[in-house]
């Protein structure tokens, strides 16, 4: 509220209060806004990517998710990540694995570090434990598109077309857009046509 005018030319002017008087005035009138939560911003982030038919927009919109999933919620945990990615750029996967193993034993609820436990596993050819790594991380996020991409490239790797084509369309039901999973559909629908003749 605005002082009169009289009140004010003749009044010194009071020191300022750090924003006492504004907090109370507005914000008592209005409902105090929540800021998103974790969940309701990746939920709004994967209905977009699931709408978004322009192919750079929609991967933005996906580096978007990827910098969601990064995110912990814990220093020492991201911290444990960082030295996972040297690691890896390093080809030191039995490093990152020591790291891995301690992020899901520190939090298990984090799909990120199962998922990238799952990528080690499959630098590593251990497709086998990559998998139950990928079916954890697809319990904890059942849109993680880049675990389900792994899944499909472990099941074309070892010669199951169907399994493969049938995660690449999971992929793309959840990313459209993603070029890599469309080209995947493509081909493996095509031999598996050919191979029915």
Do not use: C
């Amino acid at each position: 509220m605005t002082m009169p005018a009289a009140v004010a030319d003749d009044q010194p002017a009071a020191p300022a209060m750090p924003d006492e008087a504004q907090q109370d005035g507005p914000l008592q009138d209005a409902p105090a806004q929540q800021p998103e939560t974790h969940a309701q911003k990746l939920d709004r982030l994967f209905a977009s990517l699931k709408r978004e038919r322009n192919e750079k927009a929609a991967e933005r919109i996906a580096n978007r998710i990827w910098q969601e999933w990064s995110q912990s919620g814990s220093a020492s945990i991201d911290l444990m990540m960082q030295w996972t990615q040297k690691a890896i750029e390093e080809q030191k996967y039995d490093v990152a694995l020591d790291f891995l193993d301690q992020v899901v034993t520190l939090e298990p609820a984090y799909a990120e570090g199962w998922n990238r436990r799952a990528t080690v596993h499959f630098l590593m050819k251990n497709y086998a434990k990559s998998m139950a790594d990928i079916e954890k991380t697809l319990q904890l996020e059942p849109r993680h598109f880049g675990a389900l991409s792994g899944l499909a490239q472990i099941m074309a790797d070892t010669g199951r077309k169907e399994a493969a084509l049938q995660a690449w369309q999971r992929v793309l039901d959840i990313y459209p857009m993603l070029r890599n999973a469309q080209n995947q559909v493509a081909t493996l629908s095509e031999e598996l046509a050919g191979e029915g003749i």
